[in-house]
């Protein structure tokens, strides 16, 4: 994915006035600068830069665990802890990404930073990464990687459970002979220090001042407070900057339709907050119908969960735009697809049990939108309420108790790629990284909520998505980085 420019912040100059010759004048000019320069201060902006940054390309990142039950990942997937998989998923549909590790012939398109669990995976399950994308697992206990038949002839690469065959399941399945030898790499993407990063811009954009103002049917202003279940509301974006729409859980699930009189673009993106501590940071989540919009309009769109631990989505139409909820465990239950980002604290995209028959729950497809705009908003008037209050969200990093480095200029702040494959260090000024999830990355308990709309009618699949491009040339980012 190309990274747009950054944007500086813009900073009103400060004149001032000072009388010479006056024996106060030096206490005079003192307190003007810094009352002027807490106005100031308070009118700057609020600068996010691109807030995928650091993903390297992948479409949907974890910090912990991940099970992919059903269906597919239309592009590259990152897993920061263990991969589980249901009976048949598919990853790379449309492209593998552009994240080439340094003497691969072929980009990584499913990277795991922990193991393959075979035993909670469907006893018949496969994994299927196509494009001829390679596989890339950071621990190899419990799995083998075979590049060979039984006869010793050369075959696509599977990944199967220790001491098992070829043919065996649970396994993962290659569509290339990936060397046997360069499967099992660890340390290739540093996930504690990039989501320390990306909770940071999550609170960065919960500070964002709101200013989409929401229309009714007849195109009179609807204040968020007035909205009840099954209310259709017309947003209209303008144009060359960041519109900020900022919604409580509650308000956004009472929406039923969101008709967009323009439709987001690079410079014109639009970023949904939403605010879950009124229910402690979980949230169940029944989607509205977006119309006016289609996946074209996807990159532009963000749908920030700063304060969310536990997220949902039980019923609805699709989701248009990038999911950025980095302190969330992430369940979804609709049939419907995300057309965009997944970034998330941990994923099941269906889980193993509980649907027809007893059989796994269709979860739709993540379809490979990534994110394309560069956010900067105006400062809130008020700050909103911090995550730390509801007690749901984790902390921020401790150590210095600086924030983590701003997306504008440098970008992420990994260093070069290296050939070693070392881990990333962790940036610089935010301390230490976060700790990496305990246990199994099992999902909160689920969420209490009024009743669910009923499930909309399952959109039709894609005929065919464009092949993002390829990008030759690396770049730094959270590991080997893609341009």
Same mark, same amino acid.
């Given at each position: 994915m190309k990274r747009p420019p950054g944007r500086s912040?813009?900073?009103?100059?400060?004149?001032?006035?000072?009388? $010479?010759?006056?024996?106060?004048?030096? !206490?005079? #000019?003192?307190l003007t600068l810094t009352g002027r320069s807490a106005e100031v201060a308070s009118r700057a902006p609020v600068v996010i830069g691109n807030p995928v940054e650091g993903n390297n390309g992948?479409?949907?990142? !974890?910090?912990?665990?991940?099970? /992919?039950?059903? &269906?597919? =990942?239309? +592009?590259?997937?990152?897993?920061?802890? *263990?991969?589980?998989?249901?009976?048949?998923?598919?990853?790379?549909? *449309?492209?593998?990404?552009?994240?080439?590790?340094? +003497?691969?012939?072929?980009? &990584?398109? /499913?990277?795991? +930073?922990?193991?393959?669990?075979?035993?909670? =995976?469907?006893?018949?399950?496969?994994?299927?990464?196509?494009?001829?994308?390679?596989?890339?697992?950071?621990?190899? #206990?419990?799995? &083998?990687?075979?590049?060979?038949?039984?006869?010793? $002839?050369?075959?696509?690469?599977?990944?199967?459970?220790?001491?098992? #065959?070829? *043919?065996?399941?649970?396994?993962?399945?290659? !569509?290339?002979?990936?060397?046997?030898?360069?499967?099992?790499? =660890?340390?290739?993407?540093?996930?504690?220090?990039?989501?320390?990063?990306?909770?940071?811009?999550? *609170?960065?954009? $919960?500070?964002?001042? $709101?200013?989409?103002?929401? /229309?009714?049917?007849?195109?009179?202003?609807?204040?968020?407070?007035?909205? #009840?279940?099954? !209310?259709?509301?017309?947003? =209209?974006?303008?144009? +060359?900057? &960041?519109?900020?729409?900022?919604?409580t859980g509650q308000q956004l699930n009472d929406i039923d339709e969101i008709t967009f009189l323009d439709r987001p673009t690079a410079d014109t993106p639009l970023l949904v907050d939403v605010d879950t501590t009124a229910t402690a940071g979980v949230f169940a989540w029944n989607t509205p119908t977006p119309a006016g919009i289609s996946s074209a309009d996807a990159p532009y769109i963000l749908w920030n969960f700063a304060d969310a631990t536990s997220i949902t989505i039980e019923s609805g139409d699709s989701v248009e735009g990038t999911i950025f909820a980095p302190r969330a465990d992430l369940v979804d239950l609709d049939p419907s697809n995300i057309e965009g980002d997944v970034i998330v604290k941990t994923l099941v995209a269906g889980p193993l049990t509980g649907g027809p028959s007893g059989g796994g729950v269709n979860a739709g497809e993540i379809h490979y939108h990534p994110f394309d705009a560069e956010l900067l908003c105006g400062p809130a008037t008020s700050p909103s309420p911090s995550p730390s209050g509801s007690g749901s969200p984790s902390p921020s990093p401790t150590g210095s108790g600086s924030p983590s480095p701003s997306p504008s200029g440098s970008g992420s702040p990994s260093p070069s790629p290296t050939g070693s494959g070392s881990p990333s260090p962790s940036p610089s000024g935010s301390g230490s990284p976060s700790p990496s999830p305990t246990g199994s990355g099992s999902p909160s308990p689920s969420p209490t909520h009024s009743p669910t709309r009923p499930p909309k009618p399952h959109p039709p699949h894609h005929p065919q998505h464009p092949q993002h491009p390829q990008h030759p040339h690396p770049e730094p980012g959270y590991g080997y980085g893609h341009d």
């Open positions: 912040a813009f900073a009103s100059p400060l004149v001032l006035l000072v009388a $010479a010759g006056t024996a106060c004048s030096g !206490t005079l #000019t003192a992948f479409g949907v990142v !974890t910090e912990g665990d991940a099970t /992919l039950g059903s &269906t597919e =990942s239309e +592009g590259p997937v990152a897993v920061g802890g *263990d991969l589980t998989f249901g009976a048949g998923y598919n990853v790379a549909l *449309d492209t593998p990404g552009d994240f080439v590790v340094p +003497g691969d012939a072929r980009p &990584t398109a /499913l990277l795991v +930073g922990g193991r393959i669990d075979h035993a909670g =995976s469907s006893p018949v399950g496969v994994l299927r990464v196509l494009q001829d994308g390679y596989v890339k697992i950071g621990d190899e #206990t419990g799995s &083998t990687a075979l590049d060979r038949d039984p006869n010793g $002839a050369s075959v696509n690469t599977r990944v199967v459970e220790e001491g098992s #065959t070829y *043919d065996s399941t649970p396994r993962v399945e290659l !569509t290339v002979g990936q060397p046997a030898g360069s499967v099992f790499r =660890s340390g290739l993407m540093d996930f504690t220090s990039l989501f320390s990063v990306y909770r940071d811009r999550a *609170d960065r954009m $919960a500070e964002c001042a $709101a200013d989409v103002t929401l /229309l009714d049917g007849s195109g009179n202003p609807l204040d968020p407070s007035d909205i #009840t279940p099954g !209310t259709d509301v017309r947003i =209209s974006l303008t144009g +060359g900057r &960041t519109n900020v729409l900022r919604l």
